[in-house]
């Protein structure tokens, strides 16, 4: 079994920063592709940042050089988000796709930005 525990969400004014992290535990045999999908009230669930097991990135549009994604094992990512904004809001998820094994989610994490 693989759990994937996160922390950092909260409530951040506009234009603040916060940091997100997520650890994963448990049977890891290969290391994993990282990331984060977040998902807003009333919409779907859309992919925010990926960190390949070579430390590739890739940024849904709206994250473009305001989030960076990083990790500093195999088993960790950490999304630090910058200059924030109100349509931000929502609950970010961590995932985790390990071969051989299979596709892993966190519990969630609230991020609230205040206009």
């Known amino acids: 079994q693989v759990q994937l525990v996160e922390s950092g969400g909260g409530l951040v004014q506009a234009g603040g920063s916060l940091r997100l992290s997520c650890e994963a535990s448990?049977?890891?045999?290969?290391?994993?592709?990282m990331g984060w999908y977040r998902q807003a009230p009333g919409k779907q669930r859309e992919l925010v940042a990926t960190l390949t097991n070579r430390g590739g990135t890739d940024y849904a549009d709206s994250a473009k050089g305001r989030f960076s994604i990083s990790r500093t094992s195999t088993t960790n990512t950490y999304l630090q988000m910058n200059s924030l904004k109100p349509e931000d809001t929502a609950v970010y998820y961590c995932?985790?796709?390990?071969?051989?094994?299979?596709?892993?989610w966190g519990q969630g994490t609230q991020v609230t930005v205040s206009s």
């Open positions: 448990g049977s890891i045999f290969s290391g994993p592709v």
């Open positions: 995932y985790a796709v390990i071969a051989g094994q299979g596709a892993y």
